[in-house]
């Protein structure tokens, strides 16, 4: 959907089942900023549209043992050089994913995630970052890192290691009790990219409300505690 003066993120679409390339392309195009270009079903129309179309984000559809999809991945992104590939998927195979990533992907989706999760993983490769599900971050940063006999990532550290710098600057206001107003004021964003940040903040820690959030950031000291009123006892 355009937007008066909102730049377009523009999305190829790569999936060989038309009902779902339908139902992707009105999902994206409902969103403000997202735009798409196109939708191919095969390698020979992909590898068209992204040459002459020159998508920002090609949105890959993957399925379990797909090889070819795979295969296809370095040749869309040798003709549309300045796109980022979003893996959509609904394999659980991480061997696959990690082979994506390896390949060029800056994102892998599972399909079992919600539709907004998919519009703000889009979003935010656009934007720069890498967008994986905790267990699989961990697993790539431990591969391409040097001298990998080193301990191994805990799963909550897998968690936290997932988190952009904004969105722990969010989760540090959460901590201090300020509302979403308030944090799109300190941070000097938008309270609907607050809430695209909670939103993305919640599903990379498995949380659900936002006082489990403030217990959490507590906990796992990406929240200074606040200070006890005279008289009363700290938490510990």
């Known amino acids: ?30 969103r403000p900023g997202l735009h798409v270009v196109g939708a191919a079903a095969n390698r020979p129309e992909a590898l068209s549209l992204a040459a002459r179309a020159q998508p920002d984000i090609i949105l890959l559809a993957l399925n379990p043992g797909d090889r070819s999809g795979l295969d296809l991945l370095p040749a869309l992104l040798a003709v549309a050089r300045s796109a980022q590939v979003l893996i959509l998927t609904g ?12 390949l060029g992907a800056k994102g892998i989706v599972p ?12 979003e935010k490769v656009h934007a720069g970052e890498v967008w994986l599900e905790p267990a699989m971050l961990a697993t790539v940063l431990h591969e391409l890192t ?35 107003k308030q944090i799109a004021q300190r941070l000097l964003i938008s309270e609907t990219t607050v809430r695209h940040h909670l939103t993305a903040i919640f599903d990379k820690l498995g949380l659900a ?12 000291g990406l929240a200074p505690l606040p200070a006890a009123p005279r008289g009363e006892f700290p938490l510990r």
Not at 92 to 98: E, F, K, V
Not at 111 to 122: D, G, M
């Open 1 to 30: 959907m355009e937007t008066p003066g909102l730049p377009l993120i523009r999305i190829l679409i790569v999936d060989d089942h038309a009902l779902v390339c339908t139902a992707l392309h009105l999902l994206i195009e409902n």
């Open 209 to 220: 409300w936002r006082l489990e959030l403030m217990i959490y950031a507590y906990r796992h």
């Open 91 to 102: 394999s659980p195979d991480p061997d696959q994913h990690r082979h994506a990533v390896c």
């Open 146 to 180: 040097p001298g990998r006999s080193r301990k191994p990532l805990s799963p909550e550290e897998a968690k936290i290691t997932a988190l952009t710098a904004r969105e722990r600057a969010v989760i540090t206001c959460i901590g201090a009790g300020l509302r979403n």
């Open 111 to 122: 399909k079992e995630k919600s539709p907004e999760t998919l519009l703000t993983a889009i």
